[in-house]
């Protein structure tokens, strides 16, 4: 029973026990690992009394407790039993182990620094974690008007060829993946739970459609339950996987602040919509706007120029009516017959056939097993 075939390394061994001994974030231990080396690291905290000193000089003291206090945390969690466990359902579900220097590991992650994962546990496909690609968060108790906004967003990013990342929740979360898996796009849940317990059960089924389309992801063992602390401490890796996160609705006190409040913290754009000022669900919103000089957002476009996408020269149809026609009548999302666009549009079924060649030699239309779709860029 292998999740990889150099367990048996102590680079790989070492780092597979701090993933198992630590909580989410932990900081001490971050900093000792990335001070010593996951090996040596272990070896400090349960063997030696070396202490680690950011520069020459500084006062033991602080350190020394430090360490101390972790020791006490880490030695509850060495349980041979339940990291055999853990690695038994691993194995059984076909979870793969990610280590900080592995060729897939997210680079992205390092600017969480000490408080960065020791590992990633992960269903599906790990090039997904690389992005690009954009966090689309908000509110479990969506609106109807949120999940409209969340479904165009997130659909027409993932038909652009960007990963929609989010945390699998109810509300706002569950649309964005649902919305990216319909565009036939790539989309990735970051859980608080092990990738083999699906939390909310209710989504159970959408879990097994991101394991085929993109990557279920956690840096808790699996076995490990979801928590009030490890929701929260997850929304630190939806942030630094993103290029850029998007708040579509959120109450005052929503997670999906947390999650903005780590973007902000890390550099990454962020973004609001708004919605009615009598709308509770966009209350957190609009305090991002107000106060923490979040972007305004209200269309795929404004999420492009968060991204710092530049926007393309005028095409080819600002000049003819035709096209004008024949582009409104594309979409980026679904596939539609020449057929179709003739009768939307309103144009000859020649006609349409000649511009959507015109359309496809300059990039703006692709021609699909299903018919024909816009290029967004």
């Known amino acids: 029973m292998r999740i990889r075939p150099d367990a048996e390394e102590p680079a790989v061994r070492d780092g597979l026990i701090w993933s198992l001994l630590v909580e989410p974030g932990d900081g001490v231990a971050g900093a000792l690992v990335d001070a010593l080396g996951a090996v040596d690291a272990l070896d400090v905290a349960f063997g030696g009394d070396r202490i680690v000193r950011a520069s020459a000089g500084e006062d033991e003291r602080p350190a ?112 964005a993946h649902r919305a990216a898996l319909r565009a036939g796009g790539a989309t990735v849940a970051v859980l608080a739970g092990g990738v083999d317990r699906p939390y909310p059960s209710g989504h159970a089924q959408l879990f097994e459609r991101i394991v085929a389309h993109g990557a279920l992801v956690s840096e808790v063992a699996c076995g490990g339950a979801p928590t009030k602390w490890r929701f929260l401490a997850r929304n630190r890796v939806i942030s630094a996987l993103a290029s850029a996160t998007v708040v579509v609705e959120a109450g ?55 991204l710092g996408v530049a926007a393309i020269a005028p095409r080819a149809e600002a000049e003819d009516p035709d096209m004008i026609r024949l582009a409104d009548a594309l979409n980026a999302r679904s596939a539609r017959s020449s057929v179709d666009l003739a009768r939307l549009s309103g144009l000859g079924l020649d006609r349409v056939e000649a511009l959507l060649g015109v359309l496809e030699l300059d990039g703006s239309a692709m021609r699909t097993e299903r018919g024909w779709r816009s290029v967004v860029f």
């Open 64 to 175: 020394a407790a430090a360490l101390r206090d972790g020791r006490r945390r880490w030695a509850t969690r060495l349980d041979p039993a339940a990291h055999l466990g853990a690695l038994r359902t691993a194995a059984r579900i076909g979870a793969r182990l990610l280590l900080p220097g592995d060729p897939e590991w997210p680079e992205a992650l390092a600017d969480l620094a000490a408080h960065a994962p020791r590992a990633l546990w992960l269903r599906g496909d790990p090039t997904a974690l690389a992005g690009p690609g954009v966090a689309i968060v908000g509110a479990r108790a969506s609106s109807s008007y949120g999940e409209h906004v969340t479904g165009e967003f997130a659909g027409e990013l993932a038909a652009e060829g960007r990963v929609v990342f989010s945390g699998g929740a109810y509300g706002i979360d569950g649309t």
């Open 252 to 306: 005052q006190r929503s997670g999906s602040l947390n999650t903005a409040g780590h973007a902000a913290a890390l550099g990454r754009p962020l973004g609001a919509v708004p919605g009615p000022v009598t709308s509770t669900t966009s209350a957190g919103c609009h305090r991002l706007l107000r106060d923490y000089d979040a972007r305004c957002i209200t269309s795929v476009s404004d999420v492009r120029e968060l």
